[in-house]
């Protein structure tokens, strides 16, 4: 079963940064593609950035600003957000991308909020 629980989310000023960590249930990046989703209330949930293999996709809205990382030894994702925008307040949500949409996970999600 895939577990993800993510921490690290918080309220900063526009321009500032933080880092959210997901921590997941074993050694699944070679199976799934692993990224970062958020959603706003009453809006559609967004990809954020989504990793698979060697290969990163990011948002537009985000490139250049968020940085995802995986560390396997520790089985944990990161996004590193920098230069955060009142418009980048959002849940975000850790997610595990299998082969199809039955094989999808998200975490619990955590909050960022972004004060301008």
């Known amino acids: 079963q895939v577990q993800l629980v993510e921490s690290g989310g918080g309220t900063v000023q526009a321009g500032g940064s933080l880092r959210l960590s997901c921590a997941t249930s074993g050694r699944i990046f070679s199976r799934y593609a692993m990224g970062w989703d958020r959603q706003v209330p009453g809006k559609q949930r967004e990809l954020v950035a989504v990793i698979r293999g060697t290969r990163t996709h990011y948002a537009d809205s985000v490139k250049g600003r968020f940085t995802l990382t995986a560390d396997t030894a520790k089985n944990t994702v990161y996004l590193q957000m920098n230069n955060l925008q009142p418009e980048d307040t959002a849940r975000y949500f850790c997610?595990?991308?299998?082969?199809?949409?039955?094989?999808?996970?998200w975490g619990q999600g955590t909050q960022v909020t972004v004060s301008s």
């Open positions: 997610t595990a991308h299998g082969l199809g949409p039955e094989d999808d996970h």
